[in-house]
């Protein structure tokens, strides 16, 4: 069984089914890109993952554990949410340090996270400043650091980029895979960029509609897209 496994997910508002039977196989250290049109699930299927929604039926297993019912304290995943979910009123070093405190982790050891996930990201001559006294790119930065200090299993991005101008999203999407190698970390992203899907992806899950369409390597996709939708959506001739 893989590391995380998405095994029928479904997920209601109410009388509205919005994800219909989700199968999912994530290994350890997989970069996998949820694609998929505006509105067809992908934030709703990494909600469900990092336990900020419950999942109506179905089941999320973290090595062969069920944690679908655990809270997300006790989840061994973390999220990345964009830059402007940072906290205003804290500085770089207390934002990043912030779900250490929540989990009551001791001063000392707090201090000891955020220099070093501060000194991984570039961000160690900052962490006495406000975010808006930061860059775009610094701010997704500390947004991926308040992720880091907790040191997760799975690192859970909903499109991280997508505030950002085009020169430095491509720079970005640099940073997150060498970031990625460096930590040898599992990560899902979520885009509805076909382009970063493609670049950034060693696996892709192509959505529509709250169901999957197709899940394969970017080069699997291309040459063997399964219909015309993911033929399209991918970019090539299906
Ligand atoms: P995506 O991230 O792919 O754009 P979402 O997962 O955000 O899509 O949304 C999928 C569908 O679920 C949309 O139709 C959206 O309106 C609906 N939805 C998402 N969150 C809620 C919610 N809290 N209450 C009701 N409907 C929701
Ligand atoms: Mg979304």
Redesign the pocket.
């Known amino acids: 069984m893989a590391p995380l496994t998405v095994r029928q997910a479904t997920k209601s508002?109410g009388s509205?089914q919005?994800l219909h039977g989700v199968d999912v196989d994530i290994e350890d250290g997989e970069f996998v890109v949820l694609v998929?049109p505006?509105?067809?699930?992908?934030?709703?299927?990494l909600r469900l993952i990092a336990g900020l929604e419950d999942i109506t039926s179905g089941d999320i297993l973290i090595d062969g554990k069920v944690v679908s019912r655990l809270h997300p304290k006790d989840r061994d995943i973390a999220m990345v949410f964009q830059s402007y979910a940072l906290y205003p009123h804290m500085t770089v070093a207390e934002n990043m340090g912030f779900s250490l405190r929540m989990r009551d982790v001791g001063k000392s050891e707090q201090d000891r996270k955020v220099r070093e996930a501060a000194g991984i990201l570039g961000l160690t001559d900052l962490l006495d400043r406000y975010p808006r006294q930061l860059s775009g790119g610094q701010r997704q930065r500390v947004a991926m650091g308040r992720a880091i200090v907790r040191d997760p299993k799975v690192f859970l991005f909903d499109e991280p980029l997508s505030n950002l101008d085009a020169k430095l999203r491509v720079q970005m999407r640099a940073e997150i895979r060498e970031l990625q190698k460096a930590l040898r970390t599992t990560i899902v992203y979520?885009t509805?960029d076909q382009i970063e899907a493609m670049t950034m992806a060693d696996k892709i899950v192509v959505m529509r509609d709250g169901r999957v369409e197709q899940i394969g390597s970017p080069l699997e996709l291309y040459d063997r897209p399964a219909n015309m939708f993911v033929g399209g959506f991918i970019g090539s001739p299906a």
């Open positions: 508002f509205v919005v998929g505006s509105g067809c699930g992908k934030s709703t299927l979520v509805h």
